[in-house]
């Protein structure tokens, strides 16, 4: 069983920055990709960014060019470097990661961006 642990989210003015980081732990096999995803209240969740075994990274267009997602390997652990944030960005970001054909999820972290 794949445990996932998210941290850095907060409360952000406008303009701001964050780093979101999930650190996955118990798996005995290789991951295949880590993604971010997020959700606004009332509103569906979405992918933000992904990054495969291989590096290969892609992004949602609202937020390429303020984000960047990045990953130890060492560490299993993915990064989400939030910057120029806006009010739209505000929701819930939830880490999800790709072992062996099983799906993970984490608790989320929630993100609040202020005018």
């Known amino acids: 069983q794949v445990q996932l642990v998210e941290s850095g989210g907060g409360l952000v003015q406008a303009g701001g920055s964050l780093r979101l980081s999930c650190a996955a732990s118990?798996?005995?096999?290789?991951?295949?990709?880590m993604r971010w995803y997020r959700q606004a209240p009332g509103k569906q969740r979405e992918l933000v960014a992904g990054i495969t075994s291989g590096g290969n990274t892609n992004y949602a267009e609202s937020v390429k060019g303020r984000f960047t997602i990045s990953r130890d390997i060492a560490k299993n652990t993915v990064y989400l470097q939030m910057n120029s944030l806006k009010p739209e960005d505000t929701g819930a970001y939830y880490c999800?990661?790709?072992?062996?054909?099983?799906?993970?999820w984490g608790q989320g972290t929630q993100v609040i961006v202020s005018l």
């Open positions: 999800r990661v790709g072992v062996s054909g099983y799906d993970y």
């Open positions: 118990g798996s005995r096999f290789g991951i295949n990709y």
